[in-house]
């Protein structure tokens, strides 16, 4: 990356204290209504139920955003939040160079999460495909899309390990594997920011929640985190870590506490571990009033307090609270904040924007660059093979893939209702960008017949030979403040399967859900389960792609699958204990629920089956090479997700029974055998002892090379 020290060092020697703080603020547009009430005004009476929601709405859409121009011009604003067109980017941007002391470009960020126009599959989604060359197209292809909008920077990857399927942001990131996350963030990096950040299609990446957002306490959002620093560094850090690694340029601090300290206000997180230890030299945004926050969290006194904490903690941008923009000014004339500690938030800040080339050209984008990029039909391909790749096939007693002749009933308003295909944060995309089931059966010439609520179907039931069952979430039961308790299907999607199961017929699942569901029951009594999370756009055809058997699915889980909530947190990488889950009395299980998920870590069908075979691991100088045979045993090709996981028998702290530690996506045609290596080095099969330090012992290993973190051969050697 080129160094613009001393372009920065200039601007910051010309810069008064109240410019200084400026760059330090960023907002978001507000919301000023035609309505006569404040907008917290307004909420309260929809959740009192004195406005309906449809109330809401409509007095919302007559709202205008107010974009306090006038702090602008005053300098008082460095960066703006949740901006979107090229029109109003070029306008305010165009106050800020023209008409500002000096000139100094905004940044305009936005929660670029899955693909903007063109919305891909929920990142959670997008993981099941494990494949980063996916991973960084469709994030090259949301920053190009994004851009053209005038976004500069986007408030992503997540890549926050999530093992707990209450928490709604699970929807958000990569699934329970920190390894996972931090290949998937990693590939989002280099997708989102190219191979130049100052061209006009990059934005930089802001990766988040630093940190261990993933882990609140009970799966509730913003919750409490508390652990060993052992388990943060193992099962956690690694995931953001790989995401600087990658070159991100911002990082953004997570909502929760970690053993007692807000992420906002940690010294630990922001400049031991981020600045010092991995050497990140671009600029931290707290998450969305964060900071003003740590007076709930107990941490600060009054705003004032928590800016003169966050800041010297490392906090370099404040995002909406305004306790930077009341507050630094006197903070620095009262000697209590340094002058070099401003001075070093603003150089992060200036960096970043050099970078991005604002100050050579702070118009990136117009209107016809906007239109022009916006849904490609390349895109929309995009968009379909990502989908196809994120679907999981969880069971198929053989009715799947379905002929071409056979009669279908399709029941389930999530078939034809296409808002919903897009799931949590889909910003540059509405329902009328999406193709949903029903939409693609039309296009397709499908015969089918519908019913959105089930009820009076016994015609349909009669005369058709496969009925689909469509159920799971709406987009806004996952994503943020989205925790439930109960992660089972909704009663009325119980009493629907029930129902169906009384014709007689085969009845296929689809869910469409942002989290991992507690479905041992449909596990049961179903003919076949597709996964299909939220898929985005191009929903619709990718479904029918695979219901029809033009695409043979190759997806495998990123999270468990629990029998019931009560099992939550539950993942693949658990411990043994000293007395194992077992049939006797005494051993680590619970009284009314299996040990076991319905569906594993890893876990995935095909419309082939494969055969694993000649298990070896042999020793380099530095590393284990295992190697397996694979072979497709079935009559069609296929792609098969092989899994290598390692177990470190004896340690100094109890280590995990299975991590994933490498992967290879293998494509095979039927009868087709190939071998394939995994080359682990030693050293990433240490781990943190009790005094912190990070150990690779001699000892026994195991290693498990599978489909699944379940199904597995395996094989010992020692180091
Ligand atoms: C939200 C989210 C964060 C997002 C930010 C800006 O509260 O926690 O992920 O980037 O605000 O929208």
Redesign the pocket.
């Given at each position: 990356m080129k160094d613009y020290d001393e372009r920065i060092k200039e601007l910051l020697g010309k810069m008064t204290l109240e410019e200084k703080v400026g760059q330090l603020q960023q907002c978001g547009p507000s919301l000023v209504g035609a309505f006569v009430v404040s907008f917290e005004e307004l909420l309260n009476m929809m959740f009192d139920g004195r406005i309906s929601q449809e109330e809401f709405g409509r007095l919302m859409g007559t709202a205008e955003q107010d974009f306090h121009e006038e702090d602008l011009r005053a300098g008082r604003i460095g960066s703006y939040?949740?901006v979107g067109d090229a029109e109003t980017v070029n306008r305010l941007q165009k106050i800020a160079v023209e008409e500002t002391r000096l000139g100094i470009p905004l940044l305009f960020g936005y929660?670029v999460i899955h693909g903007f126009k063109t919305v891909t599959p929920i990142p959670l989604a997008e993981s099941c495909a494990w494949e980063p060359d996916l991973w960084e197209r469709t994030g090259r292809m949301a920053a190009d899309e994004a851009t053209a909008a005038g976004v500069h920077m986007t408030?992503a990857p997540?890549v926050d390990a999530a093992k707990d399927a209450r928490w709604g942001r699970v929807s958000?990131g990569a699934g329970e594997d920190a390894l996972l996350n931090g290949l998937y963030g990693a590939a989002k990096v280099k997708g989102f920011q190219g191979e130049d950040l100052s061209r006009k299609d990059s934005m930089a990446a802001?990766v988040?929640?630093f940190a261990a957002y993933g882990a609140g306490e009970a799966g509730r959002d913003y919750n409490r985190v508390d652990m060993s620093e052992q388990r943060l560094y193992e099962e956690y850090l690694p995931a953001y870590k790989a995401c600087i690694d990658a070159g991100a340029r911002a990082v953004?601090p997570a909502?929760n506490d970690i053993n007692g300290v807000p992420c906002s206000v940690s010294r630990k997180l922001l400049r031991d571990i981020l600045r010092e230890d991995w050497g990140f030299d671009g600029m931290t945004v707290s998450?969305?009033n964060a900071i003003a926050e740590c007076v709930d969290h107990g941490i600060a006194e009054d705003k004032r307090d928590a800016a003169k904490q966050a800041i010297l903690a490392g906090m370099d941008m404040d995002?909406s609270s305004n306790s930077y923009i009341e507050n630094m000014k006197e903070l620095v004339e009262s000697g209590e904040v340094p002058m070099d500690v401003l001075d070093e938030a603003v150089a992060n800040i200036l960096r970043v924007k050099f970078e991005l080339g604002l100050f050579d050209d702070p118009y990136r984008t117009d209107s016809q660059r906007e239109s022009q990029t916006m849904g490609k039909p390349e895109y929309r391909a995009l968009g379909r093979e990502a989908a196809q790749k994120s679907m999981v096939l969880l069971k198929n007693d053989g009715v799947l893939p379905l002929a071409k002749e056979k009669k279908i009933g399709i029941i389930g308003e999530l078939a034809s209702d296409r808002g919903e295909m897009t799931g949590a944060w889909a910003i540059g995309a509405n329902g009328d960008d999406c193709i949903s089931l029903t939409d693609a059966c039309d296009a397709r010439g499908i015969p089918y017949t519908y019913s959105k609520d089930g009820k009076n179907i016994l015609k349909m039931a009669i005369e058709s030979d496969v009925l689909i069952a469509v159920i799971g979430e709406r987009k806004d039961e996952s994503g943020?403040a989205a925790s439930r308790a109960s992660i089972t299907l909704k009663p009325e999607d119980e009493e629907l399967l029930k129902g169906l199961h009384t014709f007689g017929k085969p009845v296929v699942v689809i869910l469409f859900n942002g989290r991992p569901l507690a479905i041992p029951q449909l596990n049961e009594t179903a003919s076949a389960i597709l996964e299909a999370w939220h898929p985005g756009v191009e929903a619709g055809n990718a479904l029918l792609d695979i219901l029809y058997g033009e695409v043979n699915p190759s997806g495998k889980l990123t999270t468990t699958f629990p029998y019931t909530t009560g099992q939550c947190p539950m993942y693949y990488a658990h411990i043994n204990t000293g007395r194992p889950g077992g049939r006797s009395k005494f051993t680590s299980k619970y009284l009314d629920t299996p040990l076991e998920p319905v569906y594993p870590f890893g876990y995935g069908l095909s419309y082939t089956s494969y055969e694993y075979s000649g298990l070896k691991v042999e020793k380099t100088e530095k590393a284990f090479r295992i190697s397996a045979e694979v072979k497709n045993t079935g009559d069609r090709a296929g792609d098969e997700i092989v899994q290598c996981y390692v177990q470190d028998v004896v340690a100094k702290r109890v280590r995990p029974v299975k991590e994933l530690k490498d992967f290879a996506k293998v494509s095979l045609e039927p009868g087709e055998e190939k071998e394939v290596v995994f080359e682990i080095p030693f050293e990433k099969l240490g781990y943190y002892d009790r005094e912190m330090n990070y150990v690779v012992e001699p000892g026994l290993f195991r290693f498990y090379v599978g489909g699944n973190s379940r199904d597995t051969l395996m094989a010992e050697s020692v180091l």
């Open positions: 939040n949740g929660d408030f997540m958000e802001c988040k929640h953004m909502f998450d969305s995002m943020e």
